[in-house]
């Protein structure tokens, strides 16, 4: 079992950045992890994600360039620090883990947080 608590949301004027956190318990080892993000009246969508050594790093089209997702193995965390902020990134943003592969696809995430309000104003 792997319990995610994500953090560092909030409201942030259009250009800002913020930084979300994802700390992990339970088993804390050998996992992929992924950002997803639900916009109001939109399905949850992909944002980026990260191999089990941070090696290997996925982004979508969105927010390449904009966002970068990192990994603290040693303190259990993944992070999204998001730059650029759009009106368009509001989103509750959720983390996730995948016990197997790294991967873009919602329903091969096995563990989910329960999310964390990014708001971006005009």
């Known amino acids: 079992q792997v319990r995610l608590v994500e953090s560092g949301g909030g409201l942030v004027q259009a250009g800002g950045s913020l930084r979300l956190s994802c700390a992990t318990s339970?088993?804390?080892?050998?996992?992929?992890a992924g950002w997803f993000r639900q916009a109001p009246g939109k399905e949850r969508e992909f944002v980026a994600a990260?191999?089990?050594?941070?090696?290997?790093?996925y982004y979508a089209d969105s927010v390449k360039g904009r966002f970068t997702i990192s990994r603290d193995n040693a303190k259990n965390t993944v992070y999204l620090q998001m730059g650029s902020l759009k009106p368009e990134d509001t989103a509750v943003y959720y983390c996730?883990?995948?016990?197997?592969?790294?991967?873009?696809?919602?329903?091969?995430?096995?563990?989910w947080g329960q999310g964390t309000q990014v708001t971006v104003s005009s």
């Open positions: 339970g088993r804390t080892f050998g996992y992929n």
């Open positions: 996730a883990v995948d016990l197997e592969k790294t991967t873009t696809l919602e329903y091969e995430y096995d563990y």
């Open positions: 990260i191999s089990r050594s941070g090696g290997s790093t």
